[in-house]
């Protein structure tokens, strides 16, 4: 399968099919009539690209992470510190959000008991 038909068929966006094989992380990448074969472990890993992307990781990230995966040895602690970075400041968000939401319901509120008793 090329790297354009992996694309359409699982819905790789073109840019990152081109981050990821201007990294050079392709694997056993074969030239056939001008286009790229792609491989399992290519799948693999652009499936992982996707996920990093979809978490908000950057393309700075995602290219350091995948870098890291490709090394294997003794990387899987610097990719949790990633990952448990990326967690804590989703955490954040999450908990902001929340702050956000909560404020928006005590307006709510006192909009809903204001009419109340206005309409008592």
């Known amino acids: 399968m090329t790297m354009g038909e992996a694309g359409r068929r699982y819905g790789i966006p073109e840019e990152i099919?081109?981050?990821?094989?201007?990294?050079?992380?392709?694997?056993?990448?074969?030239?056939?009539?001008?286009?790229r074969e792609c491989g399992e472990l290519d799948l693999e890993r652009l499936s992982l690209i996707m996920t990093l992307h979809d978490i908000g990781f950057s393309a700075e990230e995602v290219e350091l992470y995948m870098r890291l995966s490709v090394e294997g040895r003794d990387t899987g602690e610097e990719q949790l510190r990633m990952l448990d970075r990326k967690r804590r400041d989703m955490l954040d968000e999450i908990h902001f959000q929340e702050r956000k939401l909560d404020r928006l319901d005590y307006l709510r509120h006192q909009l809903r008991c204001g009419a109340r008793e206005g309409g008592d």
């Not at 094989?21 to 009539?33: F, H, I, N, S, T």
């Open 17 to 35: 099919l081109q981050e990821y094989e201007r990294w050079g992380l392709c694997g056993a990448v074969k030239q056939v009539m001008g286009e």
